[in-house]
């Protein structure tokens, strides 16, 4: 028996639909006008997007097919593999089986190209030509840099700016692929001009730079706004992951009993574990599903549900979603893209049906994981990852106690290969677990926005 197990599907069995778990999903609230309180529309959302990505964000449809040309860009990297992790297996001494689902073979190396394709793909068809988004650590930032590059579009990027800093080789990816990074905040917009009065030495926040990109994207015609994560329509693009994984279990003749997924906004989370809850809602197997958060931007864990903006400006939909409200600002850590103020509503509402469970890990005890995964597994995971891989360690050594033979699956989101620098400063000592602000976590609560009555009420 080989140290490591993996299956393999073939080109043709990449997904031909996306799976929408708001087909299935008790308890979804709508999207909500700010300032009229009526649930969003289509129109309301086509002067930032295009039409059929705004359709697909209201979609309660089940599956939306997934157009050739975004299938044939798939092929480059999917469908992604799934290994049995033996040698990890070995090292903890346990009986589960634990299984990774691995990202980060994409070109930009992790699962955000999966949304980043099909939103770039939308827009050419819609004969835009120019894209604004935020990052954090810069996954997302490469991922729709790559998109842009494939479909000749314009990326601009605003990346937080502690990030930036942290991370200069996602800027130059980034830069490589054609777009153009700012530090956010930034001067270049109101939003990040306000900020600066205020805190000329603010770090920066995905919710500061989603503000920025909005801006942009709302003053320029010629431009569109294209998101990373929260969105329902990002998290239904990265529903071919749990797809493909659900495929795959079936070639290992094995079916998870637990399914473990890193949460900041959501997209690798529901991109793995929904097509699991939707076949648990539809009758199928029961799966145990957890969501890993950073224990120092505990959304999901300490956060309130609530409608709340998705930027720190007020300029998107209010979404009902778990949140720490929309001003905060975590502290400068290492856990990238697990930096986001909110959770994505579809998420939310799966953990308030009890779908899903939360879990909050300090990041020295996801970098000890990491290093213990890479040590066996041979790959050096995201910082984001860790979260998952530590969970999974924890799960596995749960099962060894218990003297249980469980299978887990995590998702492997992406490799740490531009993240070094943070693993360098766990491997010296200079990284410290960081506590969030109380302080300025309930004064961003207070601050959460009014829903308005319904004009018609």
Known sequence: MTDRIKYLLD?????????????????????????????????????????????????????????????????????????????????????????????????????????????????????????????????????????GALFNLQVQVYMVKVSFHQ??????????????????????????????????????SLGIATSEALEVAMNDPETNYAGGSVLNHVLLHQSVIGQEALAQFKLADDYPDVVIG??????????????????????????????????????????KLAYDFGDTAGLTPLLQMHTLGHTFVPPSFHAGGLRYHGMAPLVSAALEADLLEAVAVEQTKCFAAGIQFARTEGIVPAPESTHAISVAI????????????????????????????????HLTGALRDEAYSQAGLDAALAALPTVPAPADA
């Open 11 to 147: 080109e043709k069995d990449i997904p031909t639909t996306w799976y929408n778990l708001a087909a299935d999903l008790p308890g979804l609230q709508p999207l909500l006008h700010p300032g009229t309180g009526a649930p969003i529309t289509v129109d309301d959302l086509t002067p930032i997007m295009p039409a059929t990505v705004a359709e697909q964000e209201l979609s309660r449809e089940r599956e939306i097919e997934i157009p050739e040309p975004v299938r044939q860009i798939y092929a480059q990297w999917r469908p992604a593999p799934l290994f049995r992790a033996r040698r990890l297996e070995r090292a903890l001494d346990t009986p589960a089986r634990i299984y990774y689902k691995y990202e980060g073979g994409s070109p930009a190396g992790s699962h955000k190209p999966n949304t980043a394709i099909a939103q770039a793909f939308y827009n050419r068809e819609a004969g835009i030509r120019k894209l604004a988004t935020e990052t954090g650590a810069g996954q997302w930032g490469s991922s729709l840099s790559l998109a």
């Open 394 to 425: 924890a799960e596995a050594l749960r099962c060894k106690e218990e003297g249980r033979s469980e299978a887990i699956l995590f998702g492997l989101s992406g490799h740490g290969h531009f993240d070094l620098s943070a693993y360098e400063a």
């Open 167 to 204: 991370k200069p080789y996602r800027r130059l990816l980034m830069e490589t692929y054609g777009a153009r990074c700012v530090a956010s905040p930034s001067t270049e917009t109101e939003a990040g001009r306000k900020i600066l009065a205020d805190d000329p030495d603010c770090p920066g």
């Open 262 to 303: 890193c949460a900041g906004g959501g997209s690798n989370l529901g991109g793995l574990t929904f097509p699991f809850i939707g076949e648990r809602l539809r009758g199928g197997p029961s799966v145990r599903v957890v969501a890993a958060e950073p224990a120092a931007c505990p959304t999901l864990t300490r956060g």
